[in-house]
C-alpha cells in the first residue's frame, strides 16, 4: 500500500495560507509587538497563537497518519514476503516435481523433487524450459499452456536410465503469463494395470488348457474309445491329472487373492519351528520318495521358537520346498537352513505391529538341481510365469507358476523379503528374510534342532 499525496487531506499543506505556521507565528508575533503600543492589537496576537496552535495540532495528525500508513504498509510487505516464503516451502515439500516458467518459456521456479527426478534444479532458472527437457510433448503442453490452454498428457520419460511413465499436467498462470507443470509418477499404477491385464489372460489361458483336456477326453470316452479298455484308462487318467491341476489353480488364486487382502492381517503368534517342518515334510514326502529326494533341515541352536503367522509359514516352506523336490537332482538333498539374523526393514513391505522381537531370521531353501538361468532370475515371481514349462512335465506333475508369487506376497505380509542364488544346472538357494521375529542374544538358551 502507497500513499497518494492526491488523496490526502493535507495535500499542498505548504501552499495554503491557512495551513502555513510560518505566517501564524509572523502574524502573532508582530501583533505582540505593535500591542506594547497599540493594545488591541494583542487580541490579535492571542487570535495567532491559537492559529499556530492549531495548525501543530494539525500537522501532528498529518505525521500520524503518515506513521500509521507507513506501518501498515510495513506490515503488509512482511506478510506478503512471508506468505511467499510459506509457498515456496509448500512447493519445494510437495512429493511431485512441479516446474514454473515465465511469458517467454524460461524457468523461474523448480522444487526438490524436480532436482531429484527431472534433473531441473535452482542452478537452471532462468534457462528456456525446452532447452532442459527433450521431448516434444512436454514443450507443445508448456507452450500451450502459456496461452491460457491449460493441457494434460501422459508421457514416457528417461529417468535414471529407467523408462518411467508421467502423468503431466501443464497450467496456465494468467499474472506472469507463464506457466506451471506437474509431475506425477504413474510408472507402478502402470505396470499394476498391465499386471492385472496379463494376470487376467494368463489365469483364463492356464484354466482354459485343463478344461479342453477333460473336455476332449470326455468326448472321446463318450465315442469309439469306450470299448477300447487301454485308451479309456489313459483318458481316465488325464481327466484326474487335469482336475488336479484345476484343483491346484484354484486352491493358489485363493491363497494369492487372500495374501492380497488388506482387511486380512497376519496372525502372530509364538510358532515352534521343528513340529511346523515336520509337518511340511510330511505332506511333501510322497514326492521327494518317488524322485529318490532326502529332506532335511537344520535350525540355529536356541531358534526353538518364532513369533509369526503360522499358516503364512506354512505356506512358504510348503511352496519353496515343494518346488526344490521338483527340480532337484534325483538322489540329492532339500534343505531347509533358519537361522537368526539382523534384518533391515523394507519401507515398501509394512511389518505387523505385533513383531516386537530384536532380531529376524533366515529362512533358506537349499537344492541341487536344474538351477534357474540368469536371464530368467528377475522374473520368476511373476504370477504364472515359468522358466520351462515342459521341464515339470504336464498335468498334476507340472506346476501352476503362482507358487513364488505366493511366496512374495506372504513374505512381504510379514514384512520381509525374498531372494535367490541359483547357477543353471547346480542348483538353488531361495532365501527368505523375516524381521523381528526372533529372540536376541539375551534369551536363554535353547538346544536346537537338526535333522541330517
Request: overall charge negative; hydrophobic content about 45%; glycine content about 8%.
Amino acid at each position: 500500500m502507497s500513499i497518494n499525496p492526491k488523496n490526502h487531506p493535507g495535500r499542498h499543506a505548504g501552499l495554503l495560507p491557512i495551513d502555513n505556521p510560518m505566517l501564524a507565528f509572523s502574524i502573532a508575533l508582530g501583533c505582540v509587538v505593535v500591542g506594547f503600543f497599540l493594545p488591541i492589537f494583542l487580541i490579535g496576537a492571542g487570535l495567532g497563537l491559537i492559529w499556530l496552535l492549531w495548525i501543530s495540532l494539525r500537522i501532528k495528525r498529518m505525521c500520524d497518519h503518515h506513521q500509521r500508513v507507513i506501518e501498515h504498509e510495513s506490515d503488509a510487505r512482511i506478510l506478503a514476503e512471508h506468505s511467499a516464503t510459506l509457498l515456496r516451502c509448500l512447493i519445494d515439500a510437495a512429493d511431485i516435481p512441479i516446474v514454473a516458467t515465465d511469458g517467454a518459456g524460461c524457468v523461474i521456479h523448480a522444487n526438490g523433487r524436480s532436482q531429484e527426478i527431472l534433473g531441473i534444479g535452482s542452478t537452471m532458472i532462468g534457462r528456456r524450459f525446452d532447452e532442459l527437457m527433450p521431448e516434444r510433448a512436454l514443450h507443445e503442453l508448456e507452450a500451450d499452456a502459456r496461452t491460457n490452454e491449460p493441457g494434460h498428457a501422459r508421457l514416457a520419460l528417461p529417468i535414471a536410465g529407467e523408462m518411467r511413465q508421467f502423468d503431466v499436467s501443464a497450467d496456465p498462470v494468467s499474472f506472469s503469463r507463464g506457466a506451471v507443470l506437474t509431475f506425477r509418477d504413474i510408472t507402478e499404477l502402470s505396470r499394476a494395470m498391465t499386471l492385472k491385464a496379463d494376470f487376467a489372460a494368463n489365469a483364463s489361458h492356464e484354466l482354459r488348457t485343463p478344461i479342453a483336456s477333460i473336455m476332449g477326453a470326455a468326448e472321446t470316452l463318450s465315442g469309439s474309445a469306450r470299448n477300447d479298455a487301454q485308451m479309456v484308462d489313459r483318458l481316465i487318467e488325464m481327466i484326474g491329472n487335469n482336475a488336479t491341476r484345476l484343483e491346484l489353480l484354484a486352491c493358489d488364486l485363493l491363497d494369492l487373492s487372500r495374501l492380497e487382502a488388506e482387511d486380512q492381517p497376519a496372525q502372530i503368534e509364538t510358532v515352534a519351528l521343528a513340529p511346523l517342518i515336520d509337518k511340511v515334510f510330511g505332506e511333501l514326502r510322497s514326492q521327494a520318495d518317488r524322485r529318490e529326494l532326502a529332506l532335511g533341515y537344520e535350525i540355529e541352536p536356541g531358534l526353538d521358537e518364532i513369533i509369526t503367522d503360522p499358516a503364512l509359514l506354512g505356506l512358504i516352506l510348503r511352496n519353496l520346498v515343494g518346488n526344490a523336490i521338483k527340480f532337484a537332482h534325483q538322489n540329492t538333498k532339500v534343505r531347509v537352513v533358519i537361522r537368526s539374523t539382523s534384518v533391515v526393514a523394507d519401507r515398501t513391505a509394512p511389518i505387523p505391529a505385533k513383531l516386537d522381537r530384536p532380531m529376524g531370521i533366515a529362512l533358506e531353501v537349499i537344492d541341487r538341481g536344474i538351477g534357474i538361468p540368469i536371464a530368467h532370475q528377475q522374473r520368476i515371481f511373476e504370477r504364472f510365469y515359468q522358466v520351462d514349462q515342459a521341464r515339470a512335465g504336464s498335468g498334476a506333475k507340472r506346476g501352476t507358476g503362482l507358487g513364488l508369487a505366493i511366496v512374495k506376497h506372504a513374505a512381504r505380509k510379514l514384512g520381509g523379503t525374498i531372494s535367490l542364488e541359483s547357477v543353471y544346472q547346480i542348483g538353488t538357494t531361495m532365501r527368505i528374510e523375516l524381521p523381528r521375529c526372533a529372540p536376541g542374544d539375551d534369551s536363554p538358551d535353547g538346544s536346537g534342532s537338526t535333522i541330517p
